[in-house]
């Protein structure tokens, strides 16, 4: 265990808690606490301690339901970025260097909070026009500008209603090349990946029922799926026997370019179980 409970105020509510590192390898927790209204929190682990990350006081948009979703990355000069879904619907991506907030979109844009960074630290989104259909991977050049990475444009096989396919996550290979997970059925039936070579866009179906992905480092794409969505066989990709009946949430890492698996057993109590490959 490290350390006591990261709460600035333990009676107050904490959601939506995140992990991640920082560009020197540090250990960094972030979440939302309900203080009054809802704050954006981080810390981060300098070996010993918990220590509150240097930022200025950022309230978060939230709804009725609660805080709106957000996400959080640390850019190439290590400064804090922090995406989240503002008024109407937009996603609001600022900066901090620690004494103020810049914001790196305007208005905003339609897209994912989702932020994700290359090996040079640059942060990448993607945004999506609901009127063209595109989703547009865009890295942040510095300033405010947001370069275009690559697009994509598909439309649905089984919706003529809702005729395009919109990226509901994505990753970013070690040579930056993005991969799209999406719906090509809108009804359902399991998530095809697109992965960018350069030129085109590359597709893979794995499985009807999605629950986790990563990428090795040869960036081959590694699935956890299920035909069912609980209580059935749960199947890893370059594997050759099923992990087990589970039920509940799944998570998948890479260790070592092997799979590992945090997970709950339904033969095993449905304690919590980590298994790897």
């Known amino acids: 265990r490290l350390g ?11 959601v939506q808690p ?21 704050y954006l929190q981080a810390r981060r682990w300098n070996g010993t301690s918990w220590e509150k990350l240097p930022i200025p006081s950022k309230p978060l948009p939230y709804t009725s339901t609660g805080v709106n979703a957000f996400d959080a990355a640390f850019d190439s000069s290590n400064a804090f970025v ?17 004494s103020s907030w810049t914001a790196l979109t305007g208005m905003g844009f339609t897209g994912l909070t989702q932020l994700e960074t290359n090996a040079s630290g ?25 370069q275009i990475v690559a697009t994509f444009n598909k439309t649905a096989y089984d ?25 090509t059925f809108v ?18 179906h794995r499985g009807r029922y999605m629950h986790d992905y990563a990428l090795n480092s040869s960036t081959y ?31 998948l890492a890479i260790r070592n370019d092997q799979p590992l698996l945090l997970y709950f057993p339904r033969a095993e109590n449905n304690k919590l179980t980590a298994k790897l490959w």
Do not use: C, M
């Not at 995140?18 to 809802?38: C, M, P, S, T, Y």
């Not at 999506?128 to 405010?144: A, D, E, F, P, V």
């Open 221 to 251: 794409l590694i699935t956890a799926t299920s035909f069912y969505g609980g209580g059935t066989e749960l199947e890893v990709t370059g594997t050759t026997q099923d992990a087990g009946l589970f039920d509940g949430d799944v998570s």
């Open 159 to 183: 919706s003529p209603d809702a005729p395009y396919i919109y990226a509901e996550s994505f990753a970013l290979r070690a040579d930056g090349k993005p991969v799209l997970e999406a719906p």
């Open 82 to 98: 922090v995406s989240v879904y503002g008024n109407y619907g937009r996603v609001q991506v600022s900066r901090t260097t620690g």
């Open 122 to 146: 640059e942060i990448h989104a993607v945004f999506q026009s609901k009127i063209t259909g595109n989703n547009y991977i865009k890295r942040w050049t510095g300033g405010l500008n947001w």
């Open 187 to 204: 009804g359902g039936y399991g998530s095809d990946f697109f992965t960018w070579t350069g030129l085109t866009w590359l597709e893979t």
């Open 18 to 38: 995140k992990l991640l590192l920082d560009r020197n390898g540090k250990l960094v927790v972030v979440w939302a606490e309900d203080n009054g209204l809802w």
């Open 4 to 14: 006591g409970a990261l709460d600035i105020v333990d009676s107050h509510n904490s």
